[in-house]
């Protein structure tokens, strides 16, 4: 199963490495000892990649959040991995997959506007989402949390923003 995975996520990775360097960078040609550059990649691409994420990627796809969070941004998102969604309880899960408006607005709740690194995150006391509310910062000696989850790794880059990866979904009042 795990082998499965792993070809899919390399898939995908493939799929989008060949699809951001196009059929134009195809015929370029290569000058002297230069080596040709691919763009960091976006959000969605990191989470993809990281092989952790793909029951959010899943949802963000359900949920028609893709292309925004594959837009300029910067954004900030507090990902939660697979083994966090695996606390969910299904009966949740699964109301959350039938109704489109309450999925969108769980997963927005993850999301932040602007480019919160780490640094910036512990200063504040709370940080508002893409659904409108806003979630609560804490930091408890050298662990911060917000909304009540553990940020696990801080300052994941992407080409249009940050990750954040938490050990709790987060799900708003």
């Known amino acids: 199963m795990r082998t499965k995975r792993t070809i899919s996520t390399l898939a995908a990775v493939t799929a989008v490495a060949v699809a951001a360097v196009g059929p134009a960078s195809a015929g370029?040609?290569?000058?002297?000892?230069?080596?040709?550059t691919r763009a960091k990649p976006d959000i969605v691409e990191t989470a993809v990649a990281a092989g952790?994420?793909?029951?959010l990627t899943a949802l963000l796809k359900k949920a028609?959040?893709?292309k925004t969070l594959k837009g300029k941004g910067p954004y900030t998102v507090f990902a939660p991995t697979d083994k966090a969604f695996s606390?969910?309880?299904k009966a949740t899960l699964d109301a959350l997959?039938?109704?489109?408006?309450?999925?969108?607005?769980?997963?927005?709740?993850?999301?932040a506007?602007?480019?919160l690194t780490a640094s910036k995150v512990v200063k504040r006391k709370s940080i508002k989402t893409l659904n409108g509310q806003r979630?609560?910062?804490k930091v408890r000696?050298?662990?911060?949390?917000v909304g009540g989850a553990r940020v696990v790794t801080p300052d994941v880059r992407a080409s249009n923003g940050v990750i954040h990866v938490i050990n709790k979904v987060l799900i708003p009042r």
Do not use: C, E, I, W
């Open 113 to 115: 506007k602007g480019k």
């Open 52 to 55: 952790k994420f793909d029951t």
């Open 28 to 36: 370029a040609r290569v000058q002297g000892n230069a080596v040709p």
């Open 87 to 89: 606390k969910v309880p």
């Open 64 to 66: 028609g959040l893709v």
């Open 97 to 111: 997959a039938k109704d489109k408006a309450k999925l969108r607005s769980v997963l927005l709740y993850h999301v």
């Open 141 to 145: 000696g050298d662990k911060v949390f």
């Open 135 to 137: 979630v609560r910062v």
